[in-house]
């Protein structure tokens, strides 16, 4: 039996109330690219000695994962305008638990290559998810409520991140000495090869557990009725069908606040990216001795501070205009971050995870706003598509900040490419509180 929908839509496309269990359900979709995404921290750090690569190099995880989502959030954004946000779901579901079952020959194969091959794959379906869930989230309700519905939908990813890194942490690393220790220790290179293709079996196992969760939400939404979220008014009835991707990326560029936004955007991911990418490294280069498993723990309570901030952002958005908020936000993580790069080595790693208290409001903070400068929703998908694909910034900046590691020399020292992203940002709110740039009040209709 299909579960009906119990709110009317208005002509904008948005809704008169919320519709509580089709949003929660849609909030779930959220922490599943966050495990997808904390597992890839502890991919990088797994990878880094079995396969003897510089930071640099290692980031590479990063661009198969957010290079997916760039190729693929325009297509995806096509697919979800001729069908509906529910089908752009079920795609990037079906094509998520495909690339997770890449795992099992990649696996076996153990070539760098193919676990990039099975990152990108997951990512495309990310992409659809994504490039649907999030812009579907905004719609689900009145619209003045809309960049809070996202953010309270976002508190679910750090949930994610934490399962897809404690998953991580049991079934991929082991006990004992640290990968890079018992690699040196292997007497000949045929023993090297033998440990490092048993350490990457285990990549296998988490992808197992997320294979069934993801099967369980693909029959929820198969069974579960969900509203178009489309514009009805007369213009839109009429005008749809004729908003092509030209004419739709021309009114994108000419509009300053929107182009501002997707600079942010992919400043902010490529921040929370190269972040999230180093903190287990971090800590085993500041603490010599420790295993990665131990180490894991330090991404962990990454991903609580990370949790804990957005519910306190939640609250404050609340009571206060987001630019501002985020303004302050972003300024003390700038601050955290230049003193961990810079500071005392014995505070770095501590710094860099308080920083995570200061990250969780951004993306769908900047998403909700620079979407909201779009006032013509024919173009709603396209725009929500192009931020998608700002994601990028996660495939970049970690290189960046990984080749400033392998030429100082000093994986703490690099953290002040992020450090300068998070100050580049706070300009941006800065400009949208100049601007004005905030959630208008749905119109009253009679």
């Not at 006990?175 to 292997?186: F, H, K, L, N, R």
């Not at 949790?307 to 936000?329: D, E, P, T, W």
């Not at 080595?345 to 969780?360: Q, T, Y």
């Amino acid at each position: 039996m299909l579960i009906r929908n119990p709110a009317r839509q208005l002509d904008s496309g948005y809704l008169d109330r919320i519709p509580w269990f089709q949003f929660l359900l849609l909030s779930l979709l959220f922490p599943m690219w966050g495990a997808a995404a904390g597992l890839n921290d502890i991919l990088i750090t797994q990878f880094k000695h079995v396969f003897t690569l510089s930071d640099a190099a290692t980031a590479f995880v990063q661009s198969a994962f957010y290079g997916g989502y760039f190729l693929v959030a325009i297509p995806a954004s096509r697919i979800i305008r001729r069908t509906s946000y529910k089908v752009g779901v079920l795609i990037g579901l079906v094509v998520y638990i495909a690339g997770c079952g890449l795992f099992f020959p990649a696996s076996t194969l153990a070539t760098y290559g193919m676990f990039l091959f099975c990152i990108f794959a997951i990512a495309v379906g990310l992409s659809f998810l994504e490039t649907s869930a999030n812009t579907y989230s905004s719609m689900l309700g009145p619209r003045r409520t809309a960049t809070l519905r996202l953010n309270i939908s976002q508190t679910f990813t750090p949930l994610g991140n934490l399962a897809g890194v404690i998953l991580g942490k049991y079934l991929i690393f082991g006990t004992g000495d640290s990968i890079e220790a018992q690699m040196d220790a292997a007497p000949t290179p045929g023993a090297r090869q033998a440990l490092g293709e048993a350490l990457l079996l285990n990549t296998l196992r988490p992808y197992q557990f997320i294979l069934v969760v993801l099967v369980c939400l693909l029959v929820l939404f198969l069974v579960t009725d969900y509203p178009a979220a489309r514009p009805t008014g007369d213009r839109a009835a009429g005008d749809l069908h004729r908003a092509g991707l030209g004419e739709t990326l021309r009114v994108l560029a000419r509009t300053a606040q929107y182009r501002k936004g997707i600079v942010a955007q992919f400043l902010y991911v490529g921040l929370q990216t190269a972040v999230w990418s180093f903190t287990i490294r971090l800590g085993l280069e500041l603490y010599p001795g420790l295993n990665e498993r131990d180490a894991t723990d330090f991404m962990i309570l990454g991903f609580v501070c990370f949790l804990a901030g957005k519910f306190v952002a939640n609250v404050l958005i609340a009571r206060f205009s987001a630019a501002r908020v985020l303004v302050v936000y972003c300024g003390l993580g700038a601050v955290l971050l230049l003193v961990a790069a810079l500071g005392p080595a014995a505070l770095a790693v501590w710094l860099v995870i308080a920083s995570n208290l200061l990250m969780g409001p951004c993306w769908p903070t900047i998403f909700g706003q620079t979407l909201d400068t779009v006032d013509d929703k024919r173009h709603q998908e396209t725009a929500g598509a192009v931020l998608v694909m700002a994601i990028v910034g996660g495939a970049v900046v970690p290189v960046v900040q990984g080749a400033v590691s392998d030429a100082l020399g000093s994986l703490q020292m690099s953290f002040v490419v992020s450090a300068a992203c998070f100050a580049a940002i706070a300009l941006y709110f800065r400009s949208n509180l100049r601007a004005g740039v905030s959630a208008p009040a749905e119109p009253v209709r009679t």
